[in-house]
């Protein structure tokens, strides 16, 4: 009973910190991508859609099946919280920002809960410094901020839910059956967290991990010796029968005896445990592969992503792009580690493709895939069973989460987005504990003990050996350390600074100008923040950042459309003629599906009237027939001056 007292505590204390660091998001407006996946989307508005609608159309209210649809993000029960939102309270802003703010505390919260799985109950200060790293890490400010991040925060309070489900399947001892019925509810939770961000189905690599390394304490050179035993011994007794097929079932025996004892696998030679686990998992996958089909089957059309929203993808070279895409994730890495620069858009030329072996980016790659690996080495054969642990499900919460949002295997249409990171870092805050309690350990030089065991950390086996080798570390063995008090000061100064620029960062996504300006001085070569800056701006200024757009992104059709426009608004319509013409040059140039080739052809007509070309101005509207867009103000225009121009 005291335990869950401390416990709730710990969540109620973390919740709160979480709700302080974000209390200045609430007065925050509509911003960026808010714009059409709340303000424009039909879909938040009960009395514009119907409930069905909402389920067939994309994150952005538009058809899964639409050929011009933009994205194939379908995350409907993220869209329906927003429409709720609009129902109850309207379009306020102040409510929409709340109910982020709320859901970012539950989800601060859970992570105390899982950490104190993680780490045992005699240890929740761990647990409680995780859990206080998620909630104030400054790469979250996009994600609680930002109010279509709301997505991320649902689906990671519905992931935890989901692995803390599903950690009730596993019994205490083997002697007790599992409890399959909580891998089928885990799995309910694992499909509501994908329709809420695609991300969410990535929980079933967790519950897998999880159940492996709370079942068997076997290092990754063990289940590669076991593995090799069985071969031999498969070999060996199939060489025995040929020889004496009367003693077959003895050499079958004891062949299986010495494979399991030359493995050294405790946990393995206690089959039913082992076998239950499988078992388990087996289930897991099964259903698991259900949802993974049903979600894929939603999207019916290919996206094309053009070179401004992910460069990489325009890559012929194969060398230079999976390089490319391999820098973006180790970027997206160093933003978890060091979250000091942040932006809203890093797409745009923002980060400069890899063109040369000798670049020295490379080298932060290399890094970046050598820690990863270390750190999954120490997790599959570090000596110390704790460790293993310990180390083994925040990597898979991370990586696993990650992976399918990186661009590494599919295309995806942002280069860098801190808003992903959301779910990555539940394990990486973890993760972060998990070494300062590795490196204490591995400087006491011995294997910590107390009578309170943990979930997560018991391999429930009934070995004394097993039993022993996985109890948890009291308070009083580990937080004696000068060591361990050192480390506990650091994580507490790195959680005030964490606070500290989160806060600093939620001015930013007050309002759009002061976002656009705060990315410009994080990435000054992004041609579409310069864009979307300029829209703010007006006269020369919004003259310069329209044609610095230009310039970094010479294909970008609408920052011509709307430098002609600036021109125009100050007298110079023949500049604004030939900057329309350039912009239909590059669109033929650069061929990609969008009705700003429309908007061009009728501001060539428009502006050709007010300088008196009228016969140019008719085969302009003429012209704007011929390309998807909307067709009647051309033909208007074109009866109006075909009028004019009769005898």
């Not at 890559?315 to 997206?332: E, G, P, Q």
């Not at 993760?431 to 591995?442: N, Y």
Request: glycine residues 6%.
């Amino acid at each position: 009973m005291a335990k869950n007292l401390a416990l709730s505590g710990a969540v109620a204390i973390v919740a709160l910190v979480a709700a302080a660091c974000y209390s200045n998001s609430l007065e925050g407006n509509f911003v960026f991508d808010d714009m059409p996946a709340i303000v424009n989307n039909a879909d938040v508005d009960a009395a514009k859609t119907s409930l069905l609608t909402l389920f067939k159309n994309n994150f952005w209210g538009e058809p899964m099946d639409a050929f011009n649809a933009q994205h194939q993000s379908y995350r409907p029960l993220t869209t329906l919280t927003f429409r709720w939102n609009n129902s109850i309270h309207g379009m306020d802003k102040y409510w929409f920002h709340l109910t982020n703010l709320i859901l970012h505390a539950i989800a601060s919260g859970l992570v105390v809960v899982l950490a104190n799985q993680l780490f045992g109950s005699t240890s929740l200060w761990d647990a409680t410094l995780a859990g206080l790293l998620f909630a104030t890490h400054p790469v979250h400010v996009e994600a609680v901020s930002g109010l279509v991040g709301r997505a991320e925060l649902l689906s990671a309070i519905f992931f935890i839910l989901s692995f803390l489900t599903y950690q009730k399947a596993i019994p205490e001892s083997p002697s007790q059956p599992s409890q399959m019925r909580f891998v089928g509810i885990a799995v309910l939770l694992a499909a509501i967290a994908t329709l809420c961000k695609e991300q969410g189905v990535t929980v079933v690599i967790a519950c897998a991990v999880g159940d492996l390394f709370s079942t068997t304490n076997a290092t990754i050179f063990d289940v590669v010796s076991f593995l090799q035993g069985l071969v031999n011994g498969s070999r060996s007794r199939r060489a025995g029968a040929r020889k004496q097929k009367n003693t077959k079932n003895q050499n079958q025996s004891g062949s299986w005896d010495s494979v399991v004892k030359g493995t050294q696998l405790p946990t393995f030679a206690t089959q039913p445990a082992v076998r239950s686990s499988f078992q388990r998992i087996l289930m897991l996958a099964g259903l698991s592969f259900v949802v993974v089909v049903a979600r894929v089957m939603v999207n019916t059309q290919q996206i094309i992503v053009d070179e401004k929203t992910n460069p990489s993808h325009h890559i012929k070279n194969f060398t230079f792009r999976t390089l490319t895409k391999s820098l973006y994730a180790a970027l997206h890495s160093w933003l978890l580690v060091f979250p000091r620069t942040l932006c809203c858009d890093w797409s745009g030329g923002a980060i400069p493709n890899i063109k040369s072996l000798f670049d020295v980016r490379i080298l932060a790659i290399f890094a970046c895939f050598v820690a990863v690996v270390w750190l999954l080495f120490l997790a599959v054969a570090h000596r110390n069973n704790l460790t293993r642990r310990e180390l083994a499900l925040p990597l898979a919460i991370t990586i696993g989460s990650f992976l399918p949002a990186s661009g590494l295997f599919m295309d995806v249409g942002f280069v860098l987005a801190e808003r992903i990171l959301y779910l990555p870092s539940i394990g990486y805050c973890m993760l972060v504990v998990a070494l300062m309690r590795a490196i204490t350990r591995q400087v006491r030089h011995q294997t910590p003990s107390t009578d309170t065991k943990s979930k997560l950390t018991d391999s429930k086996t009934n070995t004394k050996s097993d039993s022993t080798a996985n109890q948890m570390a009291s308070p009083a063995t580990t937080g004696s350390t000068p060591l361990f008090s050192v480390q506990t000061a650091l994580l507490v100064i790195v959680v005030a600074l964490y606070f500290s620029r989160s806060y600093e960062r939620n001015e930013d996504w007050q309002s759009e100008i002061k976002l656009y300006e705060s990315g410009l001085l994080a990435a000054p070569t992004n041609a579409k923040l310069h864009h979307n800056y300029a829209y703010y701006a007006s006269g020369e200024d919004q003259e310069f950042h329209y044609r610095e757009a230009i310039k970094l992104y010479p294909p970008y059709i609408s920052a011509y459309i709307n430098l002609g426009v600036n021109l125009s608004q100050r007298g110079m319509d023949k500049e604004a003629i030939e900057i329309y013409k350039k912009g239909l040059e590059m669109h033929y140039k650069y061929p990609l599906y969008s009705t700003d080739v429309g908007v061009l052809h009728r501001n060539l007509g428009f502006a050709s009237m007010r300088v008196g070309r009228t016969e140019d101005a008719l085969h302009w509207f003429k012209s704007c027939l011929t390309v998807r867009t909307n067709h009647t103000r051309c033909k208007q225009m074109i009866a109006q001056l075909e009028q004019q121009l009769k005898p």
